[in-house]
């Protein structure tokens, strides 16, 4: 072993009992046996309750909290959350579809995303929910569906802002993008919806995910505020709402913490009050990832173990057709492993370096990568941690014709 290698933040959110990593107050060898059949995901109820506790608790009262449901559009994961936050981000028809029947209010979901097709823009128009406009050539198709029906759409302009989020694991604004309207544009969009007699709810300004510096979040809020009330100022109607985006990160690989939320709370604080905004104006925050990520766990079962020059490999029944994130292939460069667990043996010492893989007939389907793993055998339960966001829906489930793993919310 190499001294000083980074380690993993602990992993404290779910208890153990009888070497047993228990979610959702179930011993997830029991809850394996309820699920009937591996791999699985399951997510832990209470501990998205919790995280959405410390959120209204940590940020500044009157700033609405907003969950981007593509982290994890689990049905019922969505109706939990309808009833702890302000509103539902959506970024598609399909995603609009659960969100309404989780008893959203249409006024409290907004739809993003680049590359809205007519049908789905009709359907939002008829749903009553809030646009966010990507590009100008949208603008004018709702104008024109608005035109077509007798329904009154409501608009918000996605601004594509002149800075980056620095520090972000995955950059959405800023330079030359697909997402938003390049901030320079903004003035004449505003003037234009108002030409267009279109309800005007606000501004979003989005500009990226995955974020763990403090500094790097605080200057992007600061920033966001800025281009934000400047952009009011030019509307010749009322801004109701400026969504200031969001993009807290969780501390997936070796070598990360998580963020302060008091920390942040009390920045984001500070600069609403410092800085001068017209009365009525509503703030929104939109998480997906920070709310759900750590409240998931996915869950698959060692096969075979198997001794290959020296090198342990548990080959288990899960991989990256599921959790394409834990295997490195959703956007990493220099692959790394998550937080991974032998489910059933959490508190044992005996240890050795494995590697854990999938059945996948590639190299990439590797969950684990030469890790400390307490020794497994073949039926041990391997639990990859951090695993509620950009999960199941964000993997090939496809490829290899494996079935398709369930989802529990315990
Ligand atoms: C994906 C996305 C989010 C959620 O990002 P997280 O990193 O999961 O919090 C929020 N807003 C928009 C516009 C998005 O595209």
New binding site residues.
């Given amino acids: 072993m190499i001294k000083n290698r980074p380690k993993h933040a602990p992993i404290t959110q779910f208890p153990i009992k009888d070497h047993c990593l228990v979610i959702g107050g179930i011993p997830l060898t029991r809850l394996a046996q309820r699920v009937g059949s591996t791999p699985f995901y399951a997510y832990d109820r209470q501990l998205m309750t919790e995280r959405v506790h410390a959120l209204k608790h940590h940020l500044p009262s009157g700033v609405l909290l907003h969950y981007?449901m593509?982290?994890n559009p689990m049905p019922a994961v969505v109706q939990h959350l309808a009833g702890l936050v302000d509103g539902i981000?959506v970024?598609s028809a399909g995603e609009m579809k659960v969100a309404l029947d989780a008893g959203v209010a249409p006024k409290d979901i907004s739809f993003?995303?680049p590359g809205k097709s007519r049908q789905e823009l009709a359907c939002a128009i008829a749903a009553g929910i809030i646009i966010?406009v990507e590009s100008e050539q949208e603008l004018e198709t709702i104008a024109q569906l608005a035109h077509e029906t007798s329904f009154h759409p409501t608009v918000a302009i996605?601004v594509n802002p002149d800075f980056e989020l620095k520090s972000s694991?995955?950059k959405?604004g800023g330079g030359s993008k697909q997402?938003g309207i390049d901030a320079e544009r903004v003035p004449a969009v505003l003037q234009r919806v108002a030409q267009l007699k279109l309800d005007l709810e606000g501004l979003?300004i989005?500009s990226?995910?995955?974020n763990l510096k403090i500094e790097a979040i605080q200057e992007a809020h600061e920033k966001t505020l800025q281009l934000g009330l400047q952009l009011v100022a030019s509307s010749p109607a009322p801004i109701r709402t400026i969504n200031i985006?969001?993009?807290?990160?969780v501390p997936y690989f070796p070598g990360e913490m998580p963020l302060d939320l008091a920390i942040v709370g009390a920045n984001l604080e500070r600069l609403l009050a410092t800085t001068p905004a017209p009365p009525n104006i509503r703030f929104v925050i939109?998480?997906?990832?920070?709310?759900v990520?750590e409240a998931g766990v996915y869950v698959c079962r060692v096969l075979e173990k198997k001794l290959s020059r020296g090198q342990i490999f548990l080959i288990t029944n899960g991989g990256l057709h599921h959790h394409l994130a834990a295997s490195g292939n959703f956007g990493q460069v220099i692959r790394k492993n998550y937080p991974v667990a032998v489910a059933n043996k959490m508190n044992s010492t005996k240890t050795e370096t494995v590697s854990v893989v999938g059945p996948l007939c590639t190299p990439l389907d590797l969950l684990a990568d030469q890790m400390e793993l307490p020794k497994a055998e073949p039926g041990d339960l391997i639990a990859v941690f951090q695993s509620g966001?950009?999960g199941l829906t964000a993997s090939p489930v496809s490829f290899l014709s494996h079935p398709t793993p369930l989802e529990v919310l315990v």
């Fill in positions: 981007a593509k982290a981000d970024a993003a995303g966010n996605r694991g995955m959405m997402f979003h989005f990226g995910s995955q985006g969001g993009g807290f990160g939109e998480l997906g990832r920070y709310i990520a966001a950009y």
